[in-house]
């Protein structure tokens, strides 16, 4: 049993309750790929610990916050590897790796400040921690829903550590505020999650030689995407809108959570996936 103070570990995983039979083709391509992402956060400390530099005590968060994510990395990968054995989840790491790099020289937030960055590490927790929900709420495999419950958990306490540290900073105007958040959610569509997902579904052979972004990153989002419930949209929103400094319950976040329904509404009727259909 894990203690209420000690973070978790994969031992506190029953992993002897895996139902392979119960998990679809479309969920562990996606899991795989989270898990590549998710593992690849090592990157995202070094960025931190640059753009944070004068901030030792910023840093040190970073550094916890950035083994949890690892962590996040192996337990999933590790769930992926039990569902299908032909899975190595180092050697597909390996291949992420050398095919997408964030900007680890940077000295300065690309987001153009610290706390336009903290502004963006939030809006980043709100969509992990929604996304977990879902996929725990999707999963008939109580294995996975005991990881996604795990990290769900800790995408939401990143996001609270994250606007505790944002609070420190000096605030930005509105409008700034509503700019980096759409341009940090626009980005997901970007080459990370595409070379992820070709990482870790394409055959060896094929990595880094057939690589087409729109179709890896679309394929992908429409999987994720596919896999929302209302409630889990409504609460990223409530997140985001809260960390800007909106009002969470206010014209703006219903708007929001509508318009962001109906774009996931339409990419489910493109890309149906079932939570009974066989693996193979
Ligand atoms: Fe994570
Ligand atoms: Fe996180």
């Given at each position: 049993m894990m203690s209420k103070t000690k973070h978790w570990t994969l031992d506190d995983i029953d992993w002897s309750v895996l139902k392979p039979d119960l998990v679809t083709a479309e969920l562990l391509s996606a899991v795989k790929t989270a898990a590549l992402v998710e593992a690849n956060s090592a990157d995202y400390v070094v960025y931190l610990n640059n753009v944070f530099k004068d901030d030792p005590e910023f840093c040190a968060v970073a550094d916890r916050w950035g083994d949890e994510e690892i962590q996040h990395g192996e337990a999933l990968g590790h769930w992926a590897e039990l569902v299908d054995p032909s899975f190595n989840f180092k050697e597909r790491l390996a291949h992420f790796r050398r095919l997408y790099q964030i900007p680890l020289e940077a000295e300065v937030s690309v987001r153009g400040s610290q706390a336009g960055e903290l502004l963006a590490r939030c809006v980043v927790e709100s969509g992990t921690c929604s996304y977990y929900a879902a996929l725990r709420d999707f999963s008939e495999d109580p294995v996975l829903r005991q990881i996604c419950t795990f990290i769900s958990r800790d995408e939401s306490r990143h996001y609270r550590l994250f606007k505790l540290h944002a609070e420190r900073y000096q605030k930005l105007?509105?409008?700034?505020?509503?700019?980096?958040?759409?341009?940090?959610?626009?980005?997901?569509?970007?080459?990370?999650?595409?070379?992820?997902?070709?990482?870790?579904?394409?055959?060896?052979?094929?990595?880094?030689?057939?690589?087409?972004?729109?179709?890896?990153?679309?394929?992908?989002?429409?999987?994720?995407?596919?896999?929302?419930?209302?409630?889990?949209?409504?609460?990223?929103?409530?997140?985001?809108?809260?960390?800007?400094?909106?009002?969470?319950?206010?014209?703006?976040?219903?708007?929001?959570?509508?318009?962001?329904?109906?774009?996931?509404?339409?990419?489910?009727?493109?890309?149906?996936?079932s939570a009974s259909s066989p693996l193979s």
């Open positions: 105007n509105l409008m700034k505020r509503i700019k980096i958040a759409i341009g940090r959610v626009a980005e997901t569509s970007d080459d990370e999650l595409g070379y992820a997902w070709h990482a870790a579904t394409a055959r060896l052979e094929d990595i880094g030689v057939n690589y087409n972004r729109e179709e890896c990153a679309g394929t992908y989002n429409r999987i994720a995407t596919s896999m929302y419930k209302r409630v889990h949209i409504d609460s990223a929103v409530h997140m985001v809108i809260t960390a800007i400094g909106l009002k969470a319950r206010g014209i703006a976040s219903k708007v929001l959570s509508n318009v962001i329904w109906r774009v996931f509404q339409a990419k489910k009727k493109s890309y149906p996936v």
